[in-house]
């Protein structure tokens, strides 16, 4: 994608742009879409909040975030060469797995692999990428208020998404937080050894050690290891809706 968003606002208009083009095949990648865009329209009233220390500079970063996705959503669509998380991820975007699946997929991705390398394109340096601590891990607070209304919003298009507090995959909050929290420290440990690379082949390294690892979570996620889990998640995916339309449409209801 040539002409990549520059505003947060016009992160939003693409984000809606790639759900509708989700409809249009159709779909699951629309599912993690629809919750990016939901976040970001949080982060933006967060940034109107004044809710960050380096306030003034989030929206550049949120831009700069959204488009790693952005760009490898239309790279997958073109077929242009992306990273091996992306495509694990984009690869599924036809199974019948289950919706929190896919929608952990993408985060996965997006979270642990680019959120990292957001972080240390915007920094200038390591002193610089430690000033903004605050504000990158502030960003958990976010998803925070965003994982109730989540969890009903799913509900409503899987009906026994309950069965995973059985396996203890889920329990409220709980499950969801440590995994955002997990994710965001790894973020943020590969965005110092980015930093601390000594050249452009080390660099090329980290991103591709970083790459493998969240590439394993994702195949985890995909097709966990666990006969249990594995059967579970199966019976939950069963009775959930399987139109993407339809899916989209609740998750927008208020």
């Known amino acids: 994608m040539e002409n990549l968003p520059k505003t947060i606002d016009e992160v939003i208009n693409e984000l809606e742009n790639i759900i509708n083009d989700t409809l249009k095949e159709p779909n699951y990648l629309g599912i993690f ?7 970001t329209i949080e982060i933006k009233k967060a940034i109107l909040d004044k809710e960050f220390i380096a306030n003034d500079d989030m929206e ?13 959503y239309w ?10 998380c992306w495509k694990a991820s984009f690869d599924a975007k036809n199974e019948k797995i289950t919706i929190l699946q896919h929608l952990f997929m993408g ?9 990292g390398l957001a972080a240390a394109t915007f920094s200038d340096n390591l002193e610089n990428l430690e000033a903004s601590k605050e504000d990158f891990m502030k960003v958990n607070d976010i998803l ?19 069965l995973l507090d059985w396996l203890g995959l889920k329990n409220d909050e709980k499950f969801a937080d440590f995994g955002i929290i997990q994710a965001r420290n790894q ?15 080390a660099h090329e390294e980290v991103k591709t050690i970083q790459d493998e690892l969240v590439s394993k979570t994702s195949q985890w996620i995909h097709r966990p290891k666990s006969f249990w889990i594995r059967q579970v998640i199966s019976f939950i995916a069963r ?16």
């Open 33 to 39: 879409a629809y919750v990016y865009k939901r976040t």
């Open 187 to 201: 973020a943020w440990f590969f965005a110092n050894s980015l930093k601390k690379a000594e050249n452009i082949d």
């Open 107 to 115: 985060m996965n991705a997006h979270i642990s692999y680019d959120l």
């Open 75 to 84: 790279d997958y669509k073109s077929n242009t060469t992306i990273s091996t």
């Open 60 to 72: 550049a970063f949120d831009v700069l975030f959204a488009n790693l996705y952005i760009k490898a």
């Open 144 to 162: 925070k208020r965003l994982i109730n209304e989540m969890q009903d919003k799913i509900s409503k298009v899987s009906p026994l998404l309950f």
């Open 239 to 254: 009775f959930e809706e399987k139109k993407i339309s339809t899916i989209i449409a609740k998750l927008k209801e208020n």
